[in-house]
C-alpha cells in the first residue's frame, strides 16, 4: 500500500517555473513506476510524464521539452519541474503510482491545482 500527497502547485504567470511534488509512504514506492496526470476544465485526462524505476522517462507531446519528471536519492519523492509554463497547462495536477507495472495506475494522489496566469 501506498500513499501518495502532492504539494508546489498554485499561480504561475506565463512563461515562469513550477515544481511539483509528490511524497510517498511505503517503501515498495521506491521501486515503481511513477507518473503525473492532468485533468484541465473541458479536457481529456491526459498522462503527462512518467518514469520507471530505472529512471527510463516518457512524455507526453504537449510538454516535451518543457517539463522534467524525476525522482529523489532515496526515492521516496517524485517531482515534475515545469518550465516555460502556458495558460493551458493549467489543470489539476495528480501523482500516481503503478507497482505491479502493468499500465495499471494502483495509487492516485488527491491532486494539486496549478493555475498559469498573467
Known amino acids: 500500500q501506498v500513499q501518495l500527497v502532492e504539494s508546489g502547485g498554485g499561480l504561475v504567470q506565463p512563461g515562469g517555473s513550477l515544481r511539483l511534488s509528490c511524497a510517498a509512504s511505503?517503501?515498495?514506492?521506491?521501486?515503481?513506476?511513477m507518473g503525473w496526470y492532468r485533468q484541465a476544465p473541458g479536457k481529456q485526462r491526459e498522462l503527462v510524464a512518467r518514469?520507471?524505476?530505472?529512471?527510463?522517462?516518457i512524455y507526453a507531446d504537449s510538454v516535451k521539452g518543457r517539463f522534467t519528471i524525476s525522482r529523489d536519492g532515496a526515492e521516496n519523492t517524485v517531482y515534475l519541474q515545469m518550465n516555460s509554463l502556458k495558460p493551458e497547462d493549467t489543470a489539476v495536477y495528480r501523482c500516481?503510482?503503478?507497482?505491479?507495472?502493468?499500465?495499471?495506475?494502483?495509487?492516485w494522489g488527491q491532486g494539486t491545482q496549478v493555475t498559469v496566469s498573467s
Open positions: 518514469i520507471s524505476s530505472s529512471g527510463s522517462t
Open positions: 500516481v503510482a503503478d507497482p505491479r507495472e502493468l499500465g495499471l495506475w494502483d495509487y
Open positions: 511505503g517503501s515498495i514506492f521506491s521501486l515503481s513506476r
